[in-house]
């Protein structure tokens, strides 16, 4: 899994790293409700998505032109953080199976690679991509 959200061999190192510790501080909350593979690839796969957002968040460049008025840009800044938040918020409130195709779309990867991941095919991450952005656009609208 690691593999499939990293870009090279020291990033997924950090990243099974990550899924480790997170495995090892989540074991004692495992209340024995599913299995424990499901319960280990729904850690991993949290953290996962975490390595993602960390990864875009790094790599964002500042716009000079933004930067210039420091009212605007602290006014700015604070919409545009709501608007993450919310988005964030949409993402995490669908169902676990939409929640997975969106991310790994969203993190740049193709429809044969989420295929390949989740183990579906592609014509189904295509209908679960659609559903996904369905919900999204009625809970982004509503709000």
Known sequence: MAASYSRSAADRADLEQDIALALWRAL???????SLKTFAYRVA???CFRHVRR???MGAAVDPASVADPAACIESAMV???QRARIEQALTDLP????????L????HSY???AETLGITERNVSVRLSRARARLRRQLVAA
């Open 28 to 34: 004692p909350m495992f209340r024995g409700e599913s």
């Open 96 to 103: 676990d199976n939409l929640e997975s195709v969106m991310a």
């Open 105 to 108: 779309h969203l993190s740049g």
């Open 55 to 57: 990864r875009k968040d």
């Open 80 to 82: 545009r953080a709501d």
């Open 112 to 114: 044969a690679q989420i």
């Open 45 to 47: 796969r949290y953290c």
